[in-house]
């Protein structure tokens, strides 16, 4: 029994902390499981993807790649989230995304497009539970600007480029879980759906009549929390 006790006062602390500290700040990321954010940015989201495609078409019985035919994508985010807690409860917290997406199409005429994304907000997060792991609910809106450069061939051979400029307002919510696993880390995961408008600015050198495309997206998204401890007085 004498040895138990020390090895139990060692044990508790690490499973007693609260969720957040009154009055502490925290640093946060995270990244999609899957869906969400593919084209338009999403909260909270960091990380870099590839893919590729290529046509194969059937002569005299013979399957082959069509010479000329491929479409390569890379994109890449960073997405920091800085917050403070009112509460041991409730934490609000801001909310910044550079997001760069570039496409080349390699085929009859080669295209490249890419386009790069900054996006800023505020998020307001509640926590239903004060202990080491808790579900909680989470609000976020904000907004952002892109630019977007077309590089073609026309069918004539000559080379163009169009530039377009869109604002990105965008409003989500999340319902998630957070696990805190030390004093100074937590992990979360949440099921976030986000609606951003893309809305035409009057710049560059394309006319459009349009008002705004309306962009629902959905996603699971895994995240880590650093927790900058207060120190005692």
Same mark, same amino acid.
Not at 71 to 81: K, M
């Given at each position: 029994?004498?040895?138990?006790?020390?090895?139990?006062?060692?044990?508790?602390?690490?499973?007693?902390?609260?969720?957040?500290?009154?009055?502490?700040?925290?640093?946060?990321?995270?990244?999609?499981?899957?869906?969400?954010?593919?084209?338009?940015?999403?909260?909270?989201?960091?990380?870099?993807?590839?893919?590729?495609?290529?046509?194969?078409?059937?002569?005299?019985?013979?399957?082959?790649?069509?010479?000329?035919?491929?479409?390569?994508?890379? &994109?890449? *985010?960073?997405?920091?989230? $800085?917050?403070?807690?009112?509460?041991? %409860? +409730?934490?609000?917290?801001?909310?910044? =995304?550079?997001?760069?997406?570039?496409?080349?199409?390699?085929?009859?005429?080669?295209?490249?497009?890419?386009?790069?994304?900054?996006?800023?907000?505020?998020?307001?997060?509640?926590?239903?539970?004060?202990?080491?792991?808790?579900?909680?609910?989470?609000?976020?809106?904000?907004?952002?600007?892109?630019?977007?450069?077309?590089?073609?061939?026309?069918?004539?051979?000559?080379?163009?480029?169009?530039?377009?400029?869109?604002?990105?307002?965008?409003? &989500?919510? *999340?319902?998630?879980?957070? $696990?805190?696993?030390?004093?100074?880390? %937590? +992990?979360?995961?949440?099921?976030?759906? =986000?609606?951003?408008?893309?809305?035409?600015?009057?710049?560059?050198?394309?006319?459009?009549?349009?008002?705004?495309?309306?962009?629902?997206?959905?996603?699971?998204?895994?995240?880590?929390?650093?927790?900058?401890?207060?120190?005692?007085?």
């Amino acid at each position: 029994m004498k040895k138990i006790i020390p090895i139990l006062s060692v044990l508790l602390p690490l499973f007693s902390f609260s969720q957040n500290e009154k009055g502490g700040f925290f640093l946060e990321t995270g990244v999609t499981m899957f869906g969400g954010g593919d084209y338009m940015p999403f909260v909270g989201k960091t990380g870099i993807s590839f893919w590729q495609s290529k046509t194969f078409v059937n002569r005299d019985g013979e399957v082959v790649e069509l010479v000329g035919e491929k479409y390569h994508v890379t &994109s890449f *985010s960073i997405a920091p989230r $800085f917050g403070y807690c009112l509460t041991k %409860k +409730l934490s609000v917290g801001l909310d910044f =995304q550079y997001f760069r997406n570039y496409n080349a199409y390699r085929g009859a005429y080669d295209d490249k497009e890419n386009y790069r994304n900054i996006i800023f907000g505020i998020f307001l997060r509640y926590f239903i539970l004060d202990k080491k792991h808790s579900p909680f609910l989470e609000l976020a809106s904000g907004t952002g600007f892109s630019k977007n450069v077309d590089k073609s061939v026309s069918s004539g051979g000559g080379q163009y480029e169009r530039i377009k400029y869109y604002n990105l307002p965008y409003i &989500s919510g *999340s319902l998630g879980y957070s $696990f805190r696993i030390s004093p100074r880390f %937590k +992990l979360g995961i949440a099921a976030t759906v =986000q609606n951003t408008f893309e809305k035409p600015k009057d710049k560059g050198n394309v006319e459009t009549d349009i008002d705004r495309i309306s962009i629902l997206e959905t996603g699971l998204v895994a995240s880590i929390t650093y927790s900058f401890i207060k120190k005692k007085e």
